[in-house]
T-cell receptor, first 116, second 113 residues
Framework: NAGVTQTPKFQVLKTGQSMTLQCAQD?????MYWYRQDPGMGLRLIYY???????DKGEVPNGYNVSRLNKREFSLRLESAAPSQTSVYFC???????????????FGEGSRLTVL | AQKITQTQPGMFVQEKEAVTLDCTYD???????LFWYKQPSSGEMIFLIY??????QNATEGRYSLNFQKARKSANLVISASQLGDSAMYFC??????????FGQGTRLTINP
C-alpha cells in the first residue's frame, strides 16, 4: 500500500529557480492538501483541493501554484523560489465528508526543500 | 475564517502521569471536526483521534480521549498513563465545512522516566 507518495524527498534550489513537488495518492480520495512545516509554526495550509477540478487557497498561498491533474495527483509549483520557502512540505489526502465523519488525513513522508 | 490555537509550546511530564494538551478553536461553521495528530522525531504524521461538532460524547481511542467543550470552543487531548514513546509533537487541527483543514502550532511533549 503506497498511500500518499511525494517526490522529490529532498531538493536544493537557488533563489529564482522553479520546481514542482509531485504528490499522488492511491486511496481514491477526493480531497488533497499541501502544507508546509516550519519550526514553531506548526503546519500551515498552502492550497487544497476539495475535489477533482477544484483548488482553493489556504493560509499561505503566496509564491505557490497548484494543479489537480486528476483525482490521484496534486502538484505544487514554486515559480521563483525564495529563501523564505525553505521548509518541509507535506502532501495529504482524505475522503471528502459532507457533515460528520472522521475523514482521517493521510500524509506523505514530506519533502525537504532548501532555497539558497 | 478558521483559527486554531495551541498555547503550550512545550510540556514535560513524568512517565505514567496523565497529561492534557490544550487546543482552542474558532470557526463560523455549524458543522466542523477536530483532529489530533502526533509527529514523532521521525517526522511522520500519525492520526490519534477525531471529534465531530455534533458528537455528544467525547471521543476516546485507547489511552487518548478528547475533552470537547463546545461552548468554550476547546478540544483538549488527554493522554492517560503516559509512556516514554508518547514523547513527540502533537498537533490539533480544525476541519470546516468546505474541507479546509488547518492545524495549530503544535505542542512538544516530553515524557521523563
Amino acid at each position: 500500500n503506497a498511500g500518499v507518495t511525494q517526490t522529490p524527498k529532498f531538493q536544493v534550489l537557488k533563489t529564482g529557480q522553479s520546481m514542482t513537488l509531485q504528490c499522488a495518492q492511491d486511496m481514491n480520495h477526493n480531497s488533497m492538501y499541501w502544507y508546509r512545516q516550519d519550526p514553531g509554526m506548526g503546519l500551515r495550509l498552502i492550497y487544497y483541493s476539495a475535489s477533482e477540478g477544484t483548488t482553493d487557497k489556504g493560509e499561505v498561498p503566496n509564491g505557490y501554484n497548484v494543479s489537480r491533474l486528476n483525482k490521484r495527483e496534486f502538484s505544487l509549483r514554486l515559480e521563483s523560489a525564495a529563501p523564505s520557502q525553505t521548509s518541509v512540505y507535506f502532501c495529504a489526502s482524505r475522503e471528502r465528508v459532507n457533515l460528520q465523519g472522521a475523514g482521517e488525513l493521510f500524509f506523505g513522508e514530506g519533502s525537504r526543500l532548501t532555497v539558497l | 475564517a478558521q483559527k486554531i490555537t495551541q498555547t503550550q509550546p512545550g510540556m514535560f511530564v513524568q512517565e505514567k502521569e496523565a497529561v492534557t494538551l490544550d487546543c482552542t478553536y474558532d470557526t463560523s461553521d455549524q458543522s466542523y471536526g477536530l483532529f489530533w495528530y502526533k509527529q514523532p522525531s521521525s517526522g511522520e504524521m500519525i492520526f490519534l483521534i477525531y471529534q465531530g461538532s455534533y458528537d455528544e460524547q467525547n471521543a476516546t481511542e485507547g489511552r487518548y480521549s478528547l475533552n470537547f467543550q463546545k461552548a468554550r470552543k476547546s478540544a483538549n487531548l488527554v493522554i492517560s498513563a503516559s509512556q516514554l514513546g508518547d514523547s513527540a509533537m502533537y498537533f490539533c487541527a480544525l476541519q470546516g465545512g468546505a474541507q479546509k483543514l488547518v492545524f495549530g502550532q503544535g505542542t512538544r511533549l516530553t515524557i521523563n522516566p
